[in-house]
């Protein structure tokens, strides 16, 4: 089946700092990537759609001068963190859907856990 | 305001003990609704879509039914590899692959 690789899949940070976290699909063409966010014993919440070669589309109530979002090709988006804070600490997970597929059966990555000291 | 809601949290089964999960969906023109299983530390993994009511979808001891407010998912004689985090997602009208995720129903399938 198809992959999304996410790295890293575990980062610790300083506040303050900044973190990027990789999204890629290593088998397919995705022309559109989700980035989500999971609290613990929480569900899965859409914080930005990324499509290729065009600036992301964030869901209401997330900073998108905090969570910059980069789309560069067809197979890796970017995730940075700006400025974090502890309260950013979280499970951040990419889903990918292949390129002229328009259906909810993504590829999901296997997760970044960020941690903000 | 489209919903998921998910139910039970939390379930725990003897190996064997067939039984089912719920979710039940409010969203202005389905266009699909999606199961997903996440093992701890883990990004979720597609299990099933269903498109319409009546549909069923089945996969080893995982079958998925659709009405037009819910879907269940019945495991029959569980394994305790079947543990794990079950999630259902819709997508709603417009061309895009956005989903919007219940809680999930915690499964453990205990020897």
């Known amino acids: 089946g198809a992959v999304v690789s996410q790295h890293p899949s575990w980062v610790i940070c300083k506040s303050g700092t900044s973190v990027k976290i990789e999204c890629r699909s290593l088998d397919f063409q995705a022309t559109t990537m989700f980035w989500y966010r999971q609290f613990p014993k929480q569900s899965l919440m859409l914080m930005a759609t990324?499509?290729?070669?065009?600036?992301?589309?964030?869901e209401q109530g997330v900073e998108k001068d905090k969570f910059l979002i980069n789309h560069a090709s067809l197979t890796l988006s970017t995730l940075t963190v700006t400025s974090a804070h502890p309260e950013d600490s979280s499970f951040y997970i990419c889903?990918?859907?292949?390129?002229?597929?328009?259906?909810?059966?993504?590829?999901f990555g296997e997760g970044s856990r960020l941690t903000v000291l | 305001e489209d919903q998921v809601t998910q139910s039970p949290e939390a379930l725990r089964l003897q190996e064997g003990e067939s039984s089912s999960l719920n979710c039940s969906y409010t969203?202005?023109?389905?266009?699909?609704l999606f199961w997903y299983r996440q093992d701890p530390g883990k990004g979720p993994e597609f299990l099933f879509t269903l498109y319409s009511a009546g549909e069923e979808k089945e996969k080893e001891r995982l079958k998925a039914t659709l009405t037009k407010k819910e879907s269940f998912l019945h495991i029959t004689a569980p394994k305790p590899e079947d543990s794990a985090t079950y999630l259902c997602?819709?997508?709603?009208?417009?061309?895009?692959?956005?989903?919007?995720f219940g809680q999930g129903t915690t499964l453990q399938v205990k020897p």
């Open positions: 889903s990918a859907q292949y390129r002229g597929l328009n259906t909810g059966e993504l590829f």
């Open positions: 990324s499509n290729e070669g065009s600036k992301a589309t964030y």
């Open positions: 997602a819709v997508q709603g009208p417009g061309n895009t692959g956005k989903l919007i």
């Open positions: 969203v202005s023109g389905l266009r699909g």
